[in-house]
């Protein structure tokens, strides 16, 4: 038995059916983590562990137990190359951003692409069809579709339910004596829509915990909020943590834990967190407190939904216990008091001067005028809002006005329709598309026209505009030119790049066969490994790229083999 075998402990708490088994590492080095299971992520907790590999890729992937292979992923973005193997104990394992599949699992995906005339693919074998047994290497890791750098994305998952699950809690062991660490407190006045007041505090390290100095006064109505990671024995990532208690006077009013997740729900983590913090300071603050359209089912006791009452004005104490997944506990002791005149000491705001409309969260909401319309489905917002609006001036590169639309740093659940009226010129409303503006970029939505209004859909509040992209895509040769004698090499490179709308789609060819080749929008490189379709002597390459408004490059080199 290889040195990388190990038990598997057996977690009662887990439940739902699944059984012990004896999973091996899929490798076969210490397992150091730079991603924990549930960790706060862009628009999703996070539903595996991200397992270093020594900074490089082309390490050996096993399979950490008999099976067979239920699907496998070949994506630009997302997982990027990813294998999915169903195990007879009710657990599917997931192994993705691959560099290269093994050679069985490899012949398979090309097979397939090449049928479908397509780098992106799907396949779903069927049942034991394709098998592997405990150590078999299916891959190598790699850095493919959105990672950040190289390493391997692991899951565990209900095979029944397809929700993750924590693979800690599968015997997976991971060195960690490090209690999570918690940096700031966050107190919420709450009244009607809007927060009254926000305060940030700096926690204090003692030899017992953390604290606040000082005590803290609250409206009658207050939220907290806790800035908190974790971080393991050798490994100083910024994981997530695994749960957060809040005992008010000793009765516990809150848990939160990230047992077992559901990707139907897994956006619900932009009304878990506090999404305006994030988007002002990139600090990602638990709200311990439930907002009405959040039906994340981590909460496993809340009392009042999380907010505080206090109704009396004796000091009052909090206790936040916060939890790794291997029990290593900080507590942030602090006191609170109700303050009576707390609403009274507030300086008023201005009256914005722009038009707003009450968006109530359980409700369809539209707004409407002359040249503009936005429709917000039922349960897209999380909370009831004031919707803002306010047409802006043109600014160099688009066509009419800036839509303001609300604020970016409200989130939306699920996608709402904008509809932008505007003259434009039939000539170039084939190349028009609705923009969002962030930071003086022009960030493509797409959009439909009909008469003289376009209409899209977006998944972010914000600025629009309508855009014009005439522009076309940028290819250049890597390894390759016209006129070039290929000796040495096995491969054709190039990249690929649309700075406007963005691309859309890619198609290359040796002679008059189309050729699969490998793309990585991060380096913005298309790669080819010669196969049987390149020939002996003379061969032309060519190369097709279209953005999303249909703006077309061809790149064409002849070569000899």
């Known amino acids: ?241 695994n749960s957060i208690k809040v005992f008010l006077d000793s009765n516990l009013i809150y848990f939160f834990k990230l ?30 407190f439930r907002l009405p359209n959040n039906t994340l089912k ?51 705001t201005q009256e914005s001067k722009n038009k707003t409309k009450l968006f109530s969260w359980n409700k369809e909401n539209i707004f409407e005028n002359n040249n503009f319309r936005i429709n917000i489905h039922e349960k897209s917002i999380y909370s009831s809002i004031n919707f ?8 160099d590169g688009i066509y009419g006005n800036i839509h303001q639309c609300h604020f970016d740093f409200v989130p939306l659940h699920k996608s709402a329709k904008i509809s932008i009226r505007a003259e434009i010129p039939k000539q170039l409303k084939e190349r028009a598309y609705i923009a969002r503006i962030k930071d003086k970029n022009f960030i493509y939505v797409g959009g439909k026209w009909k008469n003289n209004t376009i209409t899209a859909t977006t998944s972010e509040l914000g600025d629009f505009a309508i855009a014009i992209d005439s522009i076309n895509p940028i290819i250049k040769g890597v390894n390759i030119y016209p006129g070039k004698t290929l000796k040495k090499q096995n491969t054709i490179k190039c990249t690929i790049e649309d700075k406007e709308s963005g691309i859309k789609e890619f198609t290359a060819m040796i002679n008059e066969d189309w050729i699969l080749m490998d793309y990585d929008h991060k380096s913005k490189l298309l790669k080819y490994k010669f196969d049987n379709i390149i020939k002996k002597g003379n061969n032309t390459f060519t190369l097709k790229v279209v953005d999303m408004l249909g703006n077309t490059t061809n790149y064409s080199a002849k070569f000899f083999y």
Do not use: W
């Open 1 to 241: 038995m290889k040195k990388f075998f190990f038990l598997l402990i057996f977690f009662s708490s887990i439940g739902q059916g699944l059984k012990a088994q004896d999973y091996i590492n899929p490798l076969d080095f210490r397992l150091l983590l730079s991603g924990s299971f549930g960790e706060l992520r862009s628009n999703h907790f996070h539903t595996g562990i991200d397992i270093k590999t020594k900074g490089v890729e082309g390490q050996k992937v096993y399979a950490i137990a008999d099976g067979y292979i239920s699907r496998i992923k070949v994506s630009s973005f997302g997982y990027g190359k990813a294998i999915y193997i169903n195990h007879h104990d009710g657990i599917t394992s997931v192994y993705a951003h691959l560099r290269e599949f093994s050679l069985k699992i490899d012949s398979i995906t090309k097979k397939k692409q090449y049928q479908n005339k397509s780098f992106e693919i799907n396949i779903y074998p069927k049942a034991n069809t394709l098998t592997v047994k405990q150590g078999e290497i299916i891959a190598l890791s790699g850095n493919s579709g959105s990672s950040g750098g190289a390493h391997l994305h692991f899951e565990l998952r209900d095979t029944k339910t397809e929700q993750p699950i924590n693979p800690l809690d599968y015997g997976f062991k991971i060195k960690d004596h490090v209690k999570p660490i918690i940096k700031q407190l966050k107190i919420y006045g709450i009244k009607g829509l809007n927060n009254l007041e926000t305060k940030i505090y700096n926690t204090k390290k003692t030899n017992h915990g953390y604290i606040i100095d000082s005590v803290i006064n609250i409206s009658k109505k207050a939220g907290i909020g806790i800035y908190t990671y974790d971080q393991s024995n050798d490994a100083y990532n910024k994981n997530g943590v």
């Open 388 to 395: 803002n609006y306010l047409k802006k001036d043109s600014v």
């Open 298 to 348: 981590n909460y496993k006791e809340i009392i009042n939904n999380g907010y505080i009452k206090l109704k009396d004005d004796s000091i009052h104490q909090i206790r936040i216990e916060v939890s790794d997944s291997y029990q290593n506990i900080s507590i942030l002791n602090f006191n609170i008091k109700l303050d009576n005149n707390y609403e009274n000491t507030l300086t008023k």
């Open 259 to 288: 047992d077992r997740l559901d990707f139907n729900k897994n956006k619900y983590i932009n009304a878990h967190i506090d999404y305006a913090e994030k988007q002002k300071s990139k600090k990602k603050f638990h709200k311990c």
